[in-house]
Nanobody, 125 residues
Framework: QVQLVESGGGLVQAGGSLRLSCAAS????????MGWFRQAPGKEREFVGG????????NYLDSVKGRFTISRDNAKSTVYLQMNSLKPEDTATYYC??????????????????WGQGTQVTVSS
């Protein structure tokens, strides 16, 4: 059974930082592309960023480029989302997802096979 468990969410002031983690089990993590998505109240879920199986390829939503960094530790089957210079508009539930893909980092929900339960990030102004 595949499980993706996010952690690290919370309440932070604008300009602050948070690091989200997503621990995976039950899948061949090292052969999976990993993505982070977010969904704010009343909005559709959107792709935040993703990373290829070996970390060699990363993609980001334009509005988070330069502020967010995705990394992974295949030995720990964990992917991270470092979020700096947070803004109130970053407030959302953040989800990690896994795709059975090596070199392509998908940017659409449909391409991902497994999902975590989400962790809430709230940025106060």
């Amino acid at each position: 059974q595949v499980q993706l468990v996010e952690s690290g969410g919370g309440l932070v002031q604008a300009g602050g930082s948070l690091r989200l983690s997503c621990a995976a089990s039950g899948l061949t993590f090292r052969l999976s592309a990993m993505g982070w998505f977010r969904q704010a109240p009343g909005k559709e879920r959107e792709f935040v960023g993703g990373i290829s199986w070996n970390g060699g390829i990363t993609n980001y939503l334009d509005s988070v480029k330069g502020r967010f960094t995705i990394s992974r530790d295949n030995a720990k089957s964990t992917v991270y989302l470092q979020m700096n210079s947070l803004k109130p508009e970053d407030t959302a539930t953040y989800y990690c997802a896994a795709a059975r893909s090596l070199w392509v980092v998908p940017g659409t929900e449909a391409a991902y096979d497994y999902w975590g339960q989400g962790t809430q990030v709230t940025v106060s102004s």
